[in-house]
């Protein structure tokens, strides 16, 4: 078994530079995930964002709770252990 590779390539991601450069917070104040990451290779950044989009880092579990099901907009949520 050889296993599974994904590559994305890099400039079809540029569509998603202009959200990467957005500095935005979810529901109270909670951070993007993607804006916690430090990428040393600024040409990467946008790959990130790919992958990343606008998940939501949560401060607790009932953070979580009352922000699931938030509509506007949609987003992924994961909690700071």
């Known amino acids: ?5 994904t590559f994305l390539m890099l400039d079809q991601q540029q ?4 959200q990467a450069k957005e500095t935005c917070s979810g529901p109270e104040g ?3 995930l993607f804006d916690l990451v ?3 290779d600024a040409r990467l950044k946008t790959a990130f964002y790919y992958a990343l989009r606008d998940t939501l880092v949560a401060q607790d579990l009932d953070q979580v ?5 938030n509509p506007h ?3 992924r949520l ?4």
């Open 65 to 69: 709770r009352r922000n699931a099901n």
């Open 38 to 40: 430090k990428v040393a």
């Open 73 to 75: 907009p949609p987003v």
């Open 78 to 81: 994961l909690r700071r252990k």
């Open 30 to 32: 909670a951070p993007r």
């Open 15 to 18: 569509k998603f530079e202009r």
């Open 1 to 5: 078994n050889l296993g599974v590779a």
